[in-house]
Each structure stands twice: as C-alpha cells, then as structure tokens.
C-alpha cells in the first residue's frame, strides 16, 4: 500500500454532495420522498456539510414566463433543514439531458423553445449552423427577443423570484451558497463540444459565435478596429474532432497567432467574460449577503500544444503565450464570487494511458487555474469532473484540496462530491467515502498508513 498524507488537524474544508438529477420531477414534484430522506440519513451520518441540487429553470418557470412552480425544492428544502444539512443551490439555466452522467431530460422551458422555433438564433450556433438548444446564445444577453424581456432580465426576475420564495431558508443560514449557471452544464464556457453534434473525445470542438447576434457584435469589433473584413469566424478551424497539428487555425505558428487570430479570440473570450460579468452583477442584487460561485469547466485536453485548442473553441484564451484564466478570475473579484472548479481528482498519467494522442494535463491545469484564483485572492471550490470511489482518487482531490508546503496555507473553500447514487451508498464505497469526508475535515482516521 502506497504511503499516504496525513491530513490530521489540517484545515477543515467542508463536503457537499450533489443530489440526483432526478430528485424533482417535470411537473415540480419531489420523487420517492422517503427514499431520498434515507438517503440524506445516511450521508448525516458521515458528517457531510450538505448538499448541492439544480434548480431548474426548465422545470420551475416551465408553461409562461414569470410563472415560477417552486413547490417540490420548498418539500425538499424542509428535509435538508430538518436533518441540520446545508445547501448549495444551483440556478441551472441549461438543459439537462445529452451529456456524461444525465440520466434524465429536462429541456428550457417551454415557452422559450416556443420562441427558438421562429427565432433559432436564440441558440449558440457553429459554422454550419447547427443550433445547440443546451442554453441560450449571449448574443441576447441584451436583446428584448424573450416576450418582451432580454435574456439577463429572465435570469434576474427568475433569481429574485428564489430569493423571496425561499427567504426563509437564507435567513436561518440553511441556503449558504448560490451557484450561477452562466452556460451549458451550468459552467462558464461555449458549448464548444456537444456530443448531441457527434463530437467525440478528445476532439477539438468549434467555435460557436455564428447565431446573428454574436455575428453583429463580431462585425462591430472588426468596424472598430479598422478592419471591417475581420467581421467573420475562423475559416480553418476544423470541425469538432479535428486535432489541433492537422489544421491551419491550430497547429504551431498557426492563424490562432496571427493579427487576424488574435482579434477574433480576444473578441471570443471578452463575449464569455461580459456575458458572467453582466449575470454575476444581477446576481448579487438578487441574493446579497449570501456567498456566490461560478463554474468553469477542466478543458485539459491539448493543454500541453501551443494553441490549447479545446480551450479556445470554449472561450478560454490560454494559448501559450496567454494566461487564459487571469482575466476570469479578475471579473470574479470585482463580484467576489467564489470560482468552482472541475477535474480535481484526475492524474495526468491516467490520461497518458488512455488517450496519448491527446496531450492532456489535468494536473497542469489545476495547477495553474489554482494560482489565478489564489492570485485574484478569491475563494477556491471544487467538485470531481467523473464518478470517483476509490481511495487513490480521494488521495488526489485531498493533495489538491490542501496543497502541501503552501506558503499562505490556502486551501479550498468547499468541496462538493459528484454525486449521490446507489454506487456511492454500496458498503465498501460508501466507507472510503467517509473516511475521505473525516481526512477533508481534518480528522485523524483509524486505519491510516500516513507519513
């Protein structure tokens, strides 16, 4: 058995669990209600801090706009606080359904698809106009398209309406932390790799700014900028499973380097920037005096290329001669909001394995995602990017967790385990599991080889 840290009287950083995507049903009803609460025993009785549920937007304001149907979270909140868990609330604003772990389909609310058939550019779009329905393009972030209503006046009015609905829960502390769903699976970044358009790993993906909005604010930047004919996307970019050496956009001393690259990635990045800084800033209006994070997603494929293209088609500036994240995390202070981040239990040789080709640094990029956080002096959380029962995983997010020989002692705010499931509450995983949450705390446990 390989020697471990010992994590005794190590700061105590608190453990969330996410809840099954299917706790609440389509028509706002809490399913199996006493086996949820049996389960919520069980993970008391491990000395987890809380859990973490979507609200979705496609369930809750589902037939008519600013016609919120809030009744099943009120059932389920009642349950949390009755047992003395917290919770992180999600404001999921994306549809579930199509991606790694979905088990179930909640599409945007009705109405708004209603809108998208007349009026497809609602939706991010890629070059060859395929519409992604995961969420809406922020492209109309600013325009009335939605009943009157602009994109980031429907995320306030439908935050504001949880605030009040639920001011009880934030009153007595149980609600400690809103999470804004800025993109698709709720993270900040393009939905630049939708398996619904048959990308597969480790593709690069496309770049999605092709809806008219996006396209009219492209036009505008390259008017500003003198060079009116720069007003387009990419025409070498590849399609989504393109490798980065096969194409003219993103091999080494590529076109994402030239005059013409720099302009339209700086414009690409800026749209994903103003977009969270626009939301964020409603955000704090509607749940003041309560903590706030964002998420952004672990693109850690092609990390170790020049171009880190994966990281480009979503809208993080982070080729080599970039710090794609700085400027993220500075947007994230001016909100004081807290940066969630993905993949903090995988290993970079675990990726070697797998798929060499790829080029993959996990580790790297956590490493450097980390230091702009800390450096941006905003609270750090984190939750696993892929179902982790296994001790050598748990070693992995704990070495991150609370990084050794770390001059200022900087740890995570919060951790948050994906997530709960019969796999979890088997006996032998759902021991390792409570031996990690005691190690995350800062306990000593019983049977541990440390060093």
């Known amino acids: 058995m390989v020697p471990e840290r010992d994590f005794t009287g190590t700061a105590y950083v608190p453990v969330y669990v996410m809840l099954p995507l299917s706790v609440i049903d389509m028509n706002c009803e809490l399913v199996d209600p006493e086996d949820l609460l049996n389960q919520l025993r069980v993970l008391k009785s491990a000395n987890v801090d809380g859990?973490?549920?979507?609200?979705?937007?496609?369930?809750?304001?589902?037939?008519?706009?600013?016609?919120y149907n809030w009744s099943g979270y009120r059932r389920l909140f009642?349950?949390?606080?009755?047992?003395?868990?917290k919770l992180q609330v999600v404001m999921?604003?994306?549809?579930?359904?199509?991606?790694?772990?979905?088990?179930?389909?909640?599409?945007?609310?009705?109405?708004?698809?209603?809108?998208?058939?007349?009026?497809?550019?609602?939706y991010f779009t890629d070059r060859e106009e395929r519409r992604n329905t995961e969420c809406l393009t922020w492209g109309i972030d600013k325009e009335r398209v939605l009943k009157r209503r602009t994109a980031v006046e429907v995320y306030f009015d439908y935050m504001r309406s949880f605030r009040v609905e639920f001011d009880e829960f934030f009153q007595d502390g149980i609600i400690s932390e809103i999470e804004i769903g800025l993109g698709p699976c709720g993270e900040l970044r393009y939905p630049s790799y939708p398996a619904k358009h048959d990308w597969t790993y480790?593709?690069?993906?496309?770049?999605?700014?092709?809806?008219?909005?996006?396209?009219?604010?492209?036009?505008?930047?390259?008017?500003?900028?003198?060079?009116?004919?720069?007003?387009?996307?990419?025409?070498?970019?590849?399609?989504?499973?393109s490798a980065p050496h096969e194409?003219?956009?993103?091999?080494?001393?590529?076109?994402?380097?030239?005059?013409?690259g720099r302009f339209f990635l700086n414009w690409y990045s800026q749209v994903l920037i103003d977009h969270g800084d626009r939301v964020l800033a409603l955000a704090n209006l509607a749940f003041e005096g309560t903590g706030i994070s964002a998420k952004l997603s672990g693109i850690h494929w092609w990390y170790k290329t020049a171009s880190h293209a994966a990281e480009l088609t979503a809208?993080?500036?982070?080729?080599?001669?970039?710090?794609?994240?700085?400027?993220?995390a500075a947007m994230l202070r001016k909100?004081?909001?807290?940066?969630?981040?993905?993949?903090?239990?995988?290993?970079?040789?675990?990726?070697?394995?797998?798929?060499?080709?790829?080029?993959?640094?996990?580790?790297?990029?956590?490493?450097?995602?980390?230091?702009?956080?800390?450096?941006?002096?905003?609270?750090?959380?984190?939750?696993?990017?892929?179902?982790?029962?296994?001790?050598?995983?748990?070693?992995?997010?704990?070495?991150n967790a609370k990084p050794l020989h770390n001059p200022d002692g900087r740890h995570l705010s919060v951790f948050t385990y994906l997530r709960l499931s019969p796999v979890l509450m088997e006996r032998h995983n759902f021991q390792e599991f409570e031996r990690f949450v005691k190690r995350m705390h800062g306990e000593a446990v019983s049977d541990s080889n440390a060093i």
């Open 51 to 67: 859990v973490m549920i979507d609200c979705w937007w496609g369930i809750v304001e589902a037939h008519a706009p600013q016609v």
């Open 78 to 85: 009642q349950m949390v606080r009755d047992l003395k868990l």
């Open 92 to 122: 999921s604003f994306h549809e579930c359904g199509g991606n790694v772990g979905d088990d179930v389909h909640i599409p945007l609310p009705q109405w708004v698809t209603e809108i998208g058939e007349t009026n497809p550019d609602i």
């Open 202 to 241: 480790p593709g690069i993906g496309e770049f999605q700014c092709y809806d008219k909005y996006l396209m009219k604010s492209l036009s505008k930047a390259a008017e500003v900028r003198g060079h009116s004919f720069w007003g387009r996307g990419p025409e070498n970019a590849g399609s989504y499973n």
């Open 247 to 260: 194409i003219g956009f993103f091999r080494d001393g590529g076109d994402y380097d030239s005059y013409y």
């Open 315 to 328: 809208g993080f500036y982070n080729s080599s001669n970039r710090d794609g994240y700085a400027p993220i």
């Open 335 to 399: 909100h004081e909001v807290a940066l969630n981040f993905t993949c903090f239990e995988m290993r970079t040789v675990d990726q070697y394995e797998g798929f060499p080709e790829a080029l993959a640094d996990p580790e790297g990029l956590v490493w450097q995602v980390l230091n702009a956080a800390w450096d941006a002096c905003i609270p750090l959380a984190s939750e696993n990017a892929l179902p982790c029962y296994d001790r050598e995983g748990y070693n992995k997010i704990l070495e």
